[in-house]
């Protein structure tokens, strides 16, 4: 089960750390093709999901990696789950239906933090 845990929450760590750190560095030119939202969303609130995003994928990491507070992974999962639930709802509620993605991370979340509760 540990190994299952380091493939999966460090996959949806690769992929928040990077997110995150185009959400804080770019600009919303730059965002807006990969990100139709971005429009709909005051850049200060861009770039401070962005930081989250780059803190929650250090707590699925650090913390099970030091053996400090392992707890705070599950919580990191969690949050990315609810993240994702609110991203899903910003999604609809515009003009972009495209979801697949947010319900792929979900799943992945949700898996994660089934694995998190066996460290």
Same mark, same amino acid.
């Given at each position: 089960?540990?190994?299952?845990?380091?493939?999966?929450?460090?996959?949806?760590?690769?992929?928040?750390?990077?997110?995150?750190?185009?959400?804080?560095?770019?600009?919303?030119?730059?965002?807006?093709?990969?990100?139709?939202?971005?429009?709909?969303? @005051?850049? @200060?609130?861009? =770039?401070?999901?962005?930081?989250?995003?780059?803190?929650?994928?250090?707590?699925?990491?650090? @913390? @099970?990696?030091?053996?400090?507070?392992?707890?705070?992974?599950?919580?990191?999962?969690?949050?990315?789950?609810?993240?994702?639930?609110?991203?899903?709802?910003?999604?609809?509620?515009?003009?972009? =239906?495209?979801?697949?993605?947010?319900?792929?991370?979900?799943?992945?979340?949700?898996?994660?933090?089934?694995?998190?509760?066996?460290?």
């Amino acid at each position: 089960m540990n190994i299952a845990y380091w493939i999966v929450a460090g996959l949806l760590a690769l992929f928040y750390f990077y997110a995150g750190a185009m959400k804080v560095v770019r600009s919303g030119d730059q965002l807006r093709p990969m990100m139709a939202w971005v429009d709909r969303v @005051p850049m @200060p609130v861009v =770039r401070t999901l962005g930081a989250v995003e780059v803190l929650g994928a250090t707590g699925l990491i650090l @913390p @099970p990696l030091t053996g400090i507070a392992a707890s705070l992974a599950s919580a990191a999962a969690t949050g990315f789950l609810l993240l994702q639930i609110c991203a899903v709802a910003v999604h609809l509620t515009g003009d972009d =239906r495209r979801i697949t993605l947010n319900l792929g991370l979900m799943a992945t979340a949700a898996v994660t933090i089934w694995l998190a509760s066996g460290l």
